[in-house]
């Protein structure tokens, strides 16, 4: 882009802290100097002393003036309204901001590539992070400020096919990218990112990262805290649902006593090992009971050999009949007629074994000596160390996928919190992707999303401090937890064609530029406008080409329907279907 200023072509009309107007006078001469100028582009405003502030151009309306003698001929010019973004300062270097300017102002010109650079330039060599160029010209890169964006949690956020999962990958290709030393020397760098992945897509564009399944996902019930465990055991719409809460959290502690006896302060939150059947058998010979009618004991058959009293309800064992006035039915005799039966349902359903059946290899359930090895596979600690850790939680059932989110997330954050405590003077910096977050952490107030929403909303508020931040991913962020899209400072916000969804992020972006807001649902697909606290300006951009890409792209519908008709082979099929193969 040239540059064009001269009062033939440029005269300023209106000068205020939010808009200055400006007309064009020459619409020949702007047009031959300024072929690219678009909604969204730059002026430099100056004094006579030379200083200098950076406009964006927001809108353009057309005044019609009058030329010429007895015949009158209309000739059009424009006016520009531009909203100031930020001032030069005496070394040329931009500044985000206000700056007064004498009035009237002098010189308007378009921002040319030299005066653009020099804003994009403008972060600090160490700190720069570049993934994508400037929209309006592709050989500028645009560097943001790396700790800022990583650090203040980030929204990327757009429609179904504005290339929202190419994005993400291209991010996260940057971000784990040793330096050339690293490289010479066969190091990785210190980046440590868990993705959680909901359609299993983003393994292809990270070969070399840890990836974790249903299959090979270690996740035992046991870490579960009391919100996560009463979330997926207790209905609580249920009339009797405190008394299921109560009973349930003596045997759950009652338990972990038992099996970790060395243990001095054991609570129903400590993630140590219990035996999730026991608790079932405790449950259900409460249930059963029977009792002294005159001192309350409860009247056991035959008691198991070895086993102390307290621990005797999570045998198997049989209670004595009632006799009147003698012995009556327990505390909870038939209280949990209906709670004992969805125990057992959730116990054998196998599509949950990989959280209430998880095993080792070699035979035996992970315990609590285990819970070292079961961290590290999150977090990229293993004999072959990662960068990036993704979790593909397209096999997990949907009806216990927020609790795994929820599960995993605390750990991570349990991790940081210890690990700031202890440290020597190195930090563990960890992002925590969460793709298509509206389907976990929505903002419907359900009782199956309290749990997750609890685990990230406290990340969301108190992860900077201990080194842990979030990438929020979504296609409907309108349907997001506002307290949680609400902490991100950061925002990567792609082609977004629902309204709602266009307000709900104009309205908690930190900048108030509706001139480039406004091009929300007219972006290109690898357009994205970046705002926040990590760029000089907000900037509409061109995510760069990926060379590793997502397996998100879609079907060819009519160009494959043209195709000859394709064979299935149904038996291959079918072991998926059925979970054999």
Not at 315 to 335: C, L, M, R, T
Not at 490 to 517: E, G
Request: glycine share 6%; proline share 4%; charged share 25%.
């Amino acid at each position: 882009m040239s540059e064009a200023t001269n009062s033939d072509i440029f005269r300023i009309l209106t000068v205020a802290p939010n808009l200055i107007q400006i007309e064009v006078i020459d619409v020949d001469k702007f047009k031959t100097d300024t072929s690219d100028f678009t909604i969204g582009s730059y002026l430099k405003i100056s004094d006579d002393s030379n200083t200098s502030i950076i406009a964006l151009v927001q809108s353009f309306k057309i005044k019609e003036t009058n030329v010429g003698g007895e015949t009158t001929v209309t000739q059009p010019t424009f006016i520009l309204d531009a909203q100031p973004i930020g001032f030069l300062d005496d070394a040329g270097k931009f500044k985000r901001g206000g700056q007064q300017i004498a009035i009237p102002p002098n010189q308007v010109s378009i921002a040319d590539s030299s005066i653009l650079k020099g804003i994009y330039e403008s972060t600090e060599e160490g700190k720069k992070f570049i993934f994508s160029t400037l929209a309006q010209n592709n050989a500028i890169d645009i560097a943001v400020d790396g700790d800022k964006f990583f650090s203040k949690h980030i929204a990327v956020v757009g429609s179904t096919g504005s290339g929202k999962s190419g994005t993400v990958a291209r991010i996260l290709q940057e971000g784990i990218k040793p330096t050339v030393g690293q490289k010479e020397n066969g190091v990785l760098n210190n980046s440590h990112i868990i993705l959680f992945d909901l359609h299993g897509e983003y393994s292809p564009a990270f070969t070399k990262s840890k990836k974790l399944d249903i299959n090979n996902l270690i996740l035992p019930y046991w870490l579960m805290n009391s919100e996560e465990l009463e979330e997926m055991f207790i209905e609580s719409s249920e009339s009797n649902s405190h008394n299921q809460i109560s009973q349930f959290k003596n045997a759950v502690t009652l338990n972990k006593k038992r099996h970790n006896p060395i243990l001095t302060k054991v609570n129903y939150d400590t993630p140590v090992y219990f035996s999730i059947d026991e608790v079932y058998r405790y449950i259900s010979n409460h249930n059963n009971a029977t009792k002294d009618a005159k001192t309350g004991e409860l009247k056991i058959k035959a008691k198991i050999p070895g086993v102390a009293n307290e621990f005797q309800l999570f045998e198997v064992i049989e209670f004595e009949d009632k006799i009147s006035g003698k012995i009556n039915s327990g505390p909870y005799a038939g209280e949990f007629d209906r709670f004992v039966p969805r125990l057992e349902t959730k116990l054998n359903d196998q599509r949950l074994s990989f959280l209430l059946k998880s095993e080792k290899s070699g035979g035996g359930e992970y315990k609590t000596e285990d819970l070292s090895d079961i961290l590290k596979q999150f977090i990229g600690y293993e004999t072959d160390k990662n960068n990036i850790t993704i979790i593909d939680l397209s096999g997990i059932p949907f009806e216990v996928l927020s609790l795994v989110v929820s599960l995993i997330s605390r750990l991570v954050f349990d991790f940081c919190f210890y690990y700031k405590s202890i440290k020597d003077d190195k930090e563990i910096p960890f992002l925590l992707v969460l793709e298509e977050a509206h389907n976990y952490i929505p903002q419907t107030q359900g009782a199956k999303y309290h749990s997750v929403k609890k685990s990230i909303e406290r990340i969301a508020k108190e992860g900077r401090k201990y080194g842990l931040s979030l990438m929020i991913v979504s296609q409907r962020p309108s349907e997001i937890s506002e307290t949680i899209f609400s902490q991100c400072n950061n925002f990567v916000a792609m082609r977004l064609t629902n309204p709602t969804d266009q307000q709900y992020v104009k309205r908690l972006m930190p900048d108030n530029v509706s001139a480039i807001t406004d091009a929300l649902p007219v972006l290109e697909r690898q357009e994205a406008l970046i705002i926040g606290d990590s760029i000089p300006i907000p900037t509409i951009v061109k995510i760069k080409s990926l060379t590793e890409k997502p397996a998100s792209s879609d079907i060819n519908f009519r160009t494959e329907w043209k195709k000859d008709w394709t064979e299935i082979v149904f038996d291959e099929l079918i072991k998926k279907i059925k979970k054999e193969g």
